[in-house]
Structures are given as structure tokens and as C-alpha cells.
């Protein structure tokens, strides 16, 4: 249903005329939903003028969140692998202001195919960040205050993977880096699936359709270094599951969230039983960002102790 009527938005705003709109429904239907999308989201990125905050508000509050979230997993990749995140080039705005991030650095990695791995994720990070800011223009938000060690110690903790007063260092080893990976690409996914149907301009949501499928990239690479480490330590079958079910609890009462699977079954790509994947809203992914435990909206925490920058800053309630 989300497909159809998505499609069926879309062609209306790309269509110039009456008769064009119903040719293409008539040539695309219900069954043409792949050959409808690659039909009407058009044009190119690159070429697109950075927007105008008044005439694409909209477009411009969904991209800024989108920023938000692009600026947390380049800091976590950035510093991951080279000990420093985003120059301020890439993070303020155009006063030279931008929030400050706190922890992270470099790790120490034993699997040179998981270094590489890390590098290429960073590098595309990085370029999300680059890209959506250049698109935005004026529009672009800076960088938010963002805090990694004390939150992912906080997600941690509420996800039972260890004990209140200890500490887990998302930095110390090959095996916490994939799993603090883990609770930031899923999201990541979701968050852009979930925004798809808000964004208006066909050129920025061929963009972020094209973001979309990186990230979903990414995520895989994530879920199955993980299911094969897991072969071998059974026991982040379950670390992983736990991760999962806290960001179940977070988001909203729904149980749609997914590990990677068991031993005897693997689930490298979490989708419903139309093998599609789900969407979150910006109030859901933001629950989980600002590791909400109550019921209520709010517009700050866990990740981002200020909050995020932009019109979209609130959570939902739960």
C-alpha cells in the first residue's frame, strides 16, 4: 500500500499534464513499481541548484535531519580509522561554528579486511556529509554536539550487553567497533526508507534513494562480518539480538526490529515478509539516536546531548 500510494505521489508532482499522468499509470500499474520509480525520480544530483530554504522547506528540514544523522556516523567511522573526525570545513556553518564531539579514536585493527572495510564506510560517510551540505546550501545545518563514548556506554547499559557502572569502548577492538557499527547502520536504513515519501523534489529523492541504497550497502557488510564472527563466538548471537531488541524499545511499540539470526539460520537483511524493508519516521529514529527510555517526546540526549539542528528536532511519544 505505502508503494502504491508513494508511486502514485510521485507521478502526480512529476507529470506536467493531465493526460501525461495518465499515461504513465496506465503504462506502469501496480506491477510496475520498480520500472515507476526508475521513471519518475529523475534528473541528477549533481546538477541541481543548492536549495532555497523558502521555496523548499520541506526538502530542506527532511535533508537537514538526514545531515544530522550523516554527521554522527562520519565522526564514529572518521575516528575509527584515522584517530580524527569531519575538519571544520566539512562540519560548520557559515559563521565557522560547529558543535564539539566528544570521544572517540582510532582502532587498532587485527583484521586488515575490516580495516578496509571501515576506511570505505568513513570515506562514504564523509562524502554523504559533503554532499547533502553542498546540496543545502545556506540551508545546511552545522554539526550538532555529539558524544560517542558516554552513549554507546549508555546503550550498552540499557541493552543488558553490560552491567551499569561498566564501560564499553566502541573503540577497543575489531568486535565492539562492527557491533556500535551495528546499532548506527540499521538505523541509518530505516531512517532514509522512512523519509522517502516527505521529500517533494524528484532530484533530491533520487539522492537520497541513492543514500538509501549505500547505506543498506553498508548495513549488509555490517550484518554478515558479524554472522560470521558469530559462527565462531556464538555467544554475539546474542550480544547482537540485545542490541536489537533495545532499539525495539526504543523507537516505538511496534517489534519490527531484527538481529542477525542463530547458528542454524542467518538473517543478514531484516525486512517483512515481502522481504521489504521497513521504515521509520524521523520521531522513531530519533528515539533511538537520543536513547529515549520514556514514554514521551524528546528533543534531546543519548547521541546528541543538545539535540539536533534543524526544524525536525523532537522525537515521537511512545
Excluded: C, W
Excluded at 536549495?51 to 538526514?66: G, I, Q, R
Amino acid at each position: 500500500m505505502y508503494e502504491k500510494q508513494f508511486i502514485s505521489d510521485a507521478v502526480k508532482r512529476s507529470a506536467s499534464t493531465e493526460v501525461d499522468r495518465r499515461k504513465l499509470f496506465a503504462m506502469l500499474g501496480v506491477a510496475g513499481a520498480g520500472a515507476a520509480a526508475a521513471t519518475v525520480v529523475g534528473g541528477s544530483a549533481a546538477n541541481a541548484a543548492p536549495m532555497d530554504a523558502a521555496s523548499d522547506a520541506t526538502d530542506a528540514a527532511v535533508l537537514n535531519f538526514a545531515l544530522n544523522l550523516e554527521y554522527l556516523e562520519a565522526e564514529f567511522y572518521l575516528r575509527a580509522v584515522t584517530g580524527e573526525g569531519l575538519t571544520m570545513k566539512d562540519a560548520a556553518d557559515s559563521d565557522g561554528h560547529a558543535g564539539a564531539v566528544y570521544g572517540g579514536k582510532k582502532v587498532a585493527f587485527k583484521s586488515k579486511t575490516i580495516e578496509r572495510y571501515a576506511r570505505e564506510i568513513a570515506r562514504d560517510e564523509r562524502e554523504h556529509v559533503r554532499f547533502l551540505r553542498a546540496a543545502l546550501g545556506k540551508s545546511a545545518v552545522r554539526r550538532p554536539t555529539i558524544t560517542l563514548d558516554a552513549a554507546f556506554t549508555a546503550a550498552a547499559t540499557a541493552a543488558g550487553v553490560i552491567k551499569k557502572g561498566q564501560k564499553f569502548d566502541a573503540f577497543a577492538n575489531d568486535t565492539n567497533f562492527l557491533l556500535a557499527a551495528f546499532l548506527f547502520e540499521d538505523v541509518g536504513v530505516t531512517a532514509y526508507k522512512g523519509a522517502a515519501g516527505l521529500i517533494t523534489n524528484k532530484t533530491y529523492l533520487d539522492a537520497a534513494a541513492g543514500i538509501l541504497a549505500v547505506e543498506a550497502y553498508h548495513a549488509s557488510a555490517v550484518r554478515t562480518t558479524l554472522y560470521g564472527m558469530a559462527e565462531d563466538h556464538p555467544s554475539l548471537f546474542g550480544t547482537i539480538q540485545k542490541l536489537s531488541n533495545a532499539r525495539d524499545l526504543l523507537d516505538n511499540k511496534k517489534d519490527d526490529d531484527q538481529g542477525i539470526g542463530s547458528a542454524s539460520s542467518s538473517n543478514l537483511v531484516p525486512a517483512d515478509h515481502n522481504a521489504i524493508v521497513y521504515g521509520r519516521t524521523t520521531g522513531e529514529v530519533l528515539n533511538i539516536v537520543y536513547l529515549n527510555t520514556t514514554t514521551k517526546s524528546v528533543s534531546k540526549g543519548g547521541f546528541y546531548p543538545n539535540g539536533i539542528n534543524g526544524a525536525i528536532k523532537a522525537s515521537s511519544a511512545k
